[in-house]
């Protein structure tokens, strides 16, 4: 089984999806993410193995790679088709409880911004290492936070904007987030949010990659 694991964990760190998919070009004819966890799964292994053992250690190694630069955007949005490919077999088990996450994590970008390509990456990253994630999408308020947060008591939330002009709307969700909650933990980033900023508005991580996010999230797991 182990070595199965780490064939699966290796075809999300390249981005290979299944048989029929070319990419990689080294990989091309070969099982990938898909029909692997579909074997694992019949092989006996269960979700939070397949998620432990391999899709949280093949996206660890995207998210280090990309943090440190030795892959870049396309890259990584392969990374996580083959993660879904492979979290098609393993959701049916954790939404009908058979397997546990380690938490959930809310995120959308702000309100009055429609950016989302940073937004995803960052949601991708996160599910594959293990967590349960609600995409609330673009342009969302305040209220629409507070909502989920509500459903989610225990979630962490995450903020990202891509504008200097809508970035601002951070301090309002913040605000409004933590007079319902003060417990509940922000996170802030996107290209125009820096440390500084975070700290002013009262938020509580400033990550400028989805790695960071990642590493702070298995902090409050622990
Ligand atoms: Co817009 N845009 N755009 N745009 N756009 C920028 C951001 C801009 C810098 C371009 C420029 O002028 N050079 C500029 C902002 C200037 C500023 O505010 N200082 C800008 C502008 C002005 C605008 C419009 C106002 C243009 C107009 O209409 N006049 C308009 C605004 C629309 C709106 O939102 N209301 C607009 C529209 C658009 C498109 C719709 C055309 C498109 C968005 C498509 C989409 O997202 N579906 C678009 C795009 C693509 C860009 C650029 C080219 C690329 C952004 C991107 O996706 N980057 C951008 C210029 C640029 O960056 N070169 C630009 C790739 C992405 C992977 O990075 O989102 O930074 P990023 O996410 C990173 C990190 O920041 C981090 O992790 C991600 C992965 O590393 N991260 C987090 C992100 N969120 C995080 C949250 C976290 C942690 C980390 O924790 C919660």
């Known amino acids: ?17 299944n048989k029929t ?5 080294d990989m091309k004819g070969e099982d990938g993410a898909d029909e692997l966890t579909a074997r694992a799964l019949e092989q006996g292994a269960t979700a939070e193995e397949i998620l432990t053992n391999s899709l949280i250690v093949g996206m660890g190694k995207v998210g280090v790679k990309f943090r440190e630069n030795k892959v870049f955007v396309p890259q ?45 990456l960052v949601a991708m990253m996160v599910e594959g290492n293990g967590y349960e994630v609600i995409d609330l ?47 509940t933990k922000v996170c802030v980033g996107g290209a125009p949010v820096t440390a500084d900023f975070c700290w002013k508005i009262n938020a509580d991580l400033y990550s400028p990659d989805p790695q960071g996010l990642v590493e702070y999230l298995d902090r409050l797991a622990s």
């Open 1 to 17: 089984m182990e070595e199965l694991f780490n064939r699966i964990a290796l075809c999300i760190e390249s981005g290979k999806i």
């Open 21 to 25: 998919s070319p990419y990689p070009p």
């Open 76 to 120: 990584v949005l392969m990374s996580a088709k083959a993660m879904s490919a492979a979290m098609a077999h393993l959701k049916p088990l954790f939404t009908s409880g058979a397997a546990k996450r380690k938490g959930t994590f809310i995120i959308g970008t702000v309100q009055g911004d429609l950016h989302d390509i940073g937004k995803n």
């Open 137 to 183: 999408g673009v342009d969302v308020s305040a209220d629409k936070f507070i909502t989920e947060a509500e459903k989610y008591p225990d979630a962490v939330i995450g903020l990202s904007a891509l504008l200097t002009t809508t970035m601002v709307n951070m301090e309002n969700i913040v605000k409004a987030i933590k007079e319902k909650n003060p417990e």
